[in-house]
């Protein structure tokens, strides 16, 4: 989820003061990638490329923001999520209505209760809803981590997302064509001591429900990363699109080793640029020109009216159009640009990618994947 934090604010302000400095770091000399296929294409201007948002959650009618789509030819898939919060009704009622009105901006994933999950006759619901969602526009599924670190058996054990209870759905959305977006487990930050210097030090700080170091009750992240592993080899014909890095961030090694084993594996990089700045450029851009068909972009947005008590104003509305266009611009300029720059206040040397390359990570892996309308 996309938050304004302090690293934000002392990024904008230090942005204001170091004037000839930013200029310095906007007008780098044009570095093209060495020995890569697509070396010497311009990356396309901003506005010129398509762009594929996969993984946004905006539940409001925010013309605004629909505007600022248009204007920067973006398009998103908005995911509901999740299945245990109480308010799966409320999120695909939105859902629906928003890709209704803005098919080409709002395409929508859906997902599914988990609360009932120890009740007879569970799977078989799961499935008359997803379908249903189906009708109304659901291009693709979700699941999320509370699958693995949440949900519950009767016994007291965690349900792991290979557990069988999945299988016969997972097997009903590789029939049906629709791929399953996953976010399992957590970066493995969650897992160790709280480190200021994380990416995710800002998340786990402030929500120590999901920080797991010291609390051996939870399934590893290797168990859960595991039996990930295990849908992919259970169902073979299924798209998986492992969110944010497929939990495996900090390790590209891990991530290239399960693209190569599993040809239904893909990756979006929601919420995890960051965690991409934090490698070497040459390894992320190796990573991006070995596997160009199978990474996907995404932000991680989130405007969720439904879950405040109050109604948000106009002014933290045009505030949060205002960040998304800016983070939007910023992962173009990291992965499109060439030369330096500051990244969150981290100094980064951008991939400069090819346009080939961008335009798989940008919308067609996106079209060939998900069968986005229009
Ligand atoms: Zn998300």
Redesign the pocket.
């Known amino acids: 989820?996309l938050r304004l934090t302090r690293r934000d604010a002392l990024t904008t302000l230090a942005g204001g003061m170091a004037g000839t400095l930013s200029i310095a770091c906007r007008n780098p000399s044009p570095r093209a990638p060495a020995a890569n296929p697509g070396a010497g294409e311009t990356a396309p201007a901003y506005g010129e490329i398509l762009k594929f948002d996969i993984?946004s959650?905006v539940f409001e009618d925010l013309p605004a923001l629909a505007d600022m789509l248009r204007r920067n030819n973006f398009r998103t898939m908005n995911?509901c999520?999740n299945g245990t919060d109480g308010h799966l009704e409320t999120m695909h009622r939105i859902a629906i209505d928003l890709c209704g009105k803005y098919p080409d901006l709002f395409a929508f994933a859906s997902t599914f209760d988990l609360t009932r999950i120890n009740q007879p006759g569970y799977t078989g619901d799961v499935i008359r809803w997803l379908d249903g969602t189906f009708k109304n526009g659901a291009v693709a599924t979700k699941i999320w981590k509370d699958v693995g670190l949440t949900v519950k058996k009767p016994d007291g054990m965690y349900f792991l997302p290979d557990d069988p209870i999945f299988d016969p759905i997972y097997a009903h959305l590789a029939k049906r064509g629709k791929p399953l977006l996953a976010?399992l487990a957590e970066p493995i930050a969650a897992w160790l001591p709280l480190d200021p210097k994380s990416p995710h030090h800002h998340y786990y700080s402030t929500h120590p429900e999901w920080h797991l170091y010291g609390k051996p009750e939870y399934p590893s992240h290797a168990a859960i990363i595991a039996a990930r592993d295990h849908i992919l080899e259970k169902h073979p014909a299924l798209t998986l699109i492992g969110?944010?890095l497929g939990s495996l961030e900090t390790d590209l090694d891990a991530i290239a080793q399960r693209l190569q084993r599993y040809p239904n594996f893909n990756i979006e990089c929601?919420?995890r640029t960051r965690d991409l700045t934090r490698h070497r450029s040459e390894k992320v851009r190796a990573l991006f020109m070995r596997y160009p068909d199978r990474i996907l972009y995404g932000l991680?947005g989130?405007w969720q009216p439904y879950l405040r008590d109050k109604p948000p104003t106009d002014a933290e509305r045009q505030a949060y159009i205002k960040r998304l266009d800016q983070r939007y611009r910023q992962d173009y300029d990291y992965y499109a640009g060439s030369g330096t720059m500051q990244y969150d206040g981290w100094p980064v040397e951008k991939l400069a990618l090819p346009r080939t390359v961008l335009e798989k990570f940008y919308n067609q892996n996106a079209r060939r994947l998900i069968a986005f309308p229009g």
């Open positions: 989820m993984h959650h995911i999520n976010h969110a944010h929601a919420a991680d989130a």
